[in-house]
């Protein structure tokens, strides 16, 4: 009798334990601010790891308008320079930001000469591993973008932003 009363708690314990434990996955998409435009950058692939994140409206207001991630540092306190393996862009919900397109670069100082890719900041997307997006204009051997985010900034179509954006 002894022996099925431990067993019933110990599977009780072991239930609860897992029931009660959430996913890397879960908590930091969670994380992650749903609305007023921010975009979060991940240590880990699907969203796991430590976060760090910038809403739009600071992204906007940032003195020479690129931020570089040389010195930014995730939740964990692990630097986010380069070591991004997963994304997620939550849409805005001020209208002011329909226009506006969040750039991510490869290199420091948001230099157009490097690889660089855009995303609506009036949309929400996202990869839970950056491996999968190419960067059909990177180098031999970084042809995706894990691990590769240097700088980001955010433009305006009409006004501020470079050729490329279409």
């Known amino acids: 009798m002894l ?3 431990l067993a019933f708690f110990a599977t009780a314990l072991l ?3 897992v029931l009660s434990v959430a996913s890397p996955a879960q908590a930091a998409i969670n994380g992650c601010p749903q609305s007023g435009g921010y975009i979060c950058l991940y240590d ?3 969203y796991g790891g430590g976060r760090w994140q ?3 409206q600071n992204a906007w207001d940032a003195p020479s308008s690129c931020i570089n991630l040389t010195q930014s540092s995730f939740t964990t306190g692990q630097p986010v320079y380069d070591q991004a393996a997963s994304l997620q862009i939550t849409a805005a919900t001020n209208s002011d930001f329909i226009d506006r397109r969040w750039l991510i670069y490869d290199w420091i100082n ?6 660089r890719k855009q995303f ?6 996202g990869t839970s591993n950056l491996s999968y997006i190419s960067k059909p204009q990177g180098p031999a051997g970084d042809q995706n973008w894990y691990e590769s985010i240097a700088s980001i900034s955010m433009c305006e179509i009409s006004l ?3 050729p490329w954006i279409v």
């Open 3 to 5: 022996k099925r009363v």
């Open 15 to 17: 239930s609860v334990g």
């Open 44 to 46: 880990w692939i699907n």
């Open 54 to 56: 910038i809403s739009a």
């Open 110 to 115: 948001c230099n157009d000469n490097g690889p």
């Open 120 to 125: 609506y900041v009036d949309g929400t997307a």
């Open 160 to 162: 501020t932003c470079p």
